[in-house]
Structure formats: structure tokens, C-alpha cells
């Protein structure tokens, strides 16, 4: 029996399979849970989720559009996903958006207003209006994981707007895992290492980062995403009762190297 037999939830974030929500999706589906997947709204972007999804090997998935900048997308997801399954265990945010115009060494300064604001509200905020919506449906408690990146910490050039939403998520993560903390939720984040993805892609120097990593790392190379799909595994499983309100890295050890 796998370890999530029985378990129901959401994972936010599969754009297609290189997406981490995919690997988490792999990994939470090869111990038995039973997942939903929301995703951006339009036709190409739901035959892409769904491509993937299915050459994970779920047969028949439950999928949903959904902006999560939209408060209506996401009362929708809630009134759906408790017709589909009454109550849920787990929701993963493996989301974030910022114009990657700003997300180039050196054009931090430059950020304007409404380009901060869109970051912060789709990479931030919206985890906090997820566990709004959906706590009301996990009344055995449960597990919210989101994305985080070192970025959150240290000034990486190019990371910029993005960094500043990602210390907003992991502060998030701490008021929410405080007060959910009564309802039997936990609320953690993942610090990834890098890996090409659609969203990473966009980031300015990307590829002098996993050259870095490889080389100073003390595992002296990049991760692979089935080890963030892994530890997403252990978050929302019973292995992980005592946990809240933390940021676990998976990142091959980089953050703990000082020189
Ligand atoms: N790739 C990396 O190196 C890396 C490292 C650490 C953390 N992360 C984080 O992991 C998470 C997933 O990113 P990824 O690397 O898998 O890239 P990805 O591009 O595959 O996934 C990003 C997802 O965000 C979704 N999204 C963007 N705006 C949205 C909106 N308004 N509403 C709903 N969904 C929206 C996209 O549709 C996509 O599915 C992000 O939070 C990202 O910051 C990525």
C-alpha cells in the first residue's frame, strides 16, 4: 500500500512535463493519492496539462481552468473540487509569474509598479487565497506545500522581482502554517535548486547558475525534479506530522556553502 492511499487533493502548477508540479503530481500519484489538477485557462493550455498528466499514467483526469489571480477562478475551483471530492488532504502551489522583461541582471531598480504588484499577487498571495477557499474542506487537517527559491534570501542577479515575491511566500507560509496550525494543516515550503523549466527559462543568466551549483554544491551537481516530487511526497504524507511552517531545501546543499 502506498503511502498516500486515500488521500485527495489539488496540485496547482503542471504546464506541461518538465513542470515541478509534474514531478510532484508522479510522485504523490505512485503512492496512491488522487489528484486534481487546475490549471492557466484556454484550450492549448489545458491540452498541454492534460498531456502530460496522462503520460504520468492517470487515466481519466480531473482537470480545471483556473487564473489564480482571479478571486471567481478560484471559488470555482473550491465549489468544484468539493462536488468531485467532499473534502480534500493536500493542496500544492507550484505557480508563480512575473514579466520576465524585469527578471534580467541589473533591471531590478527598474521594476515598475504594476509589474511588482502582478509577482507578488500571482506568486505570493495567491497561496494565501488558496487556504482560505480550501481549508474549509480539509477538516482532517492536512498539508499546503509552495515553490519557494534561494532568491527568497540572497540577492541573485536576474531573480529580482521574483526573489522579492518568493521572501513573501516563505513569510506567508509561516503566518498561515500559525494559524492553521489548530486546524491539523500544515504549511511548508520547498526551496528548489534550479532545473529548466518553462518559468525558469525566462530568467536572465540562468545558465552561469547551474554551472555554479554544479561546481559549489556539496553534492557537486544540479538536482533533478523527482527530488522535489519526493519531498513533496514526505510533506504531505504522515512522515511529516511534526512539520510546519518550514522551508525545506532541496537544492543538492548549496544554501549552507558560505564561500
Ligand atoms: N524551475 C526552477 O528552477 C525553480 C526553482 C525553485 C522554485 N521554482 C518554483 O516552482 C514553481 C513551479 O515552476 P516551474 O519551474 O515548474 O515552472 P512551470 O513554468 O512549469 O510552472 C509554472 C506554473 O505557473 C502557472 N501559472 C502562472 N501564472 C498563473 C496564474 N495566474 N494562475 C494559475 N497558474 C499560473 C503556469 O501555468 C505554470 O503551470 C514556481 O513557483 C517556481 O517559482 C522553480
Given at each position: 500500500m502506498g503511502l498516500l492511499e486515500g488521500r485527495k487533493g489539488l496540485?496547482?502548477?503542471i504546464a506541461n512535463d518538465r513542470s515541478i508540479a509534474y514531478h510532484v503530481a508522479q510522485s504523490l500519484h505512485?503512492?496512491?493519492a488522487t489528484c486534481?489538477?487546475?490549471h492557466l485557462p484556454g484550450?492549448?493550455?489545458a491540452r498541454r496539462t492534460q498531456k502530460a498528466i496522462e503520460a504520468i499514467g492517470i487515466g481519466d483526469p480531473w482537470l480545471i481552468p483556473c487564473d489564480a489571480a482571479s478571486d471567481d477562478d478560484l471559488d470555482a475551483v473550491l465549489a468544484a473540487t468539493k462536488e468531485r471530492f467532499d473534502t480534500i488532504d493536500f493542496v500544492i502551489h507550484s505557480i508563480a509569474y512575473a514579466d520576465r522583461t524585469y527578471l534580467k541582471p541589473g533591471m531590478f531598480h527598474q521594476t515598475p509598479r504594476d509589474v511588482w504588484s502582478q509577482a507578488l499577487d500571482i506568486s505570493?498571495?495567491?497561496l494565501v487565497a488558496m487556504a482560505q477557499r480550501f481549508k474549509p474542506i480539509m477538516p482532517r487537517g492536512g498539508s499546503i506545500i509552495a515553490m519557494s527559491y534561494y532568491g527568497a534570501e540572497k540577492a541573485i542577479p536576474g531573480y529580482n522581482v521574483m526573489g522579492v515575491a518568493k521572501a513573501a511566500l516563505e513569510a506567508a507560509t509561516r503566518y498561515l502554517a500559525l494559524e492553521l496550525g489548530e486546524s491539523g494543516i500544515r504549511v511548508n515550503t520547498i526551496s528548489a535548486g534550479p532545473l529548466r523549466t518553462l518559468s525558469s527559462m525566462g530568467v536572465g543568466g540562468i545558465d552561469e547558475i547551474f554551472d555554479w551549483v554544479a561546481k559549489k554544491s556539496p553534492l557537486q551537481r544540479n538536482i533533478e525534479a523527482g527530488?522535489?516530487?519526493?519531498?513533496?511526497t514526505f510533506l504531505v504524507s504522515d512522515l511529516s506530522t511534526g512539520v510546519t511552517g518550514e522551508?525545506?531545501?532541496?537544492d543538492a546543499g548549496y544554501n549552507i556553502v558560505g564561500l
Open positions: 496540485i496547482f502548477g505512485e503512492e496512491g486534481g489538477f487546475p484550450e492549448k493550455n505570493a498571495y495567491t527530488e522535489v516530487g519526493k519531498t513533496a522551508n525545506l531545501y532541496v
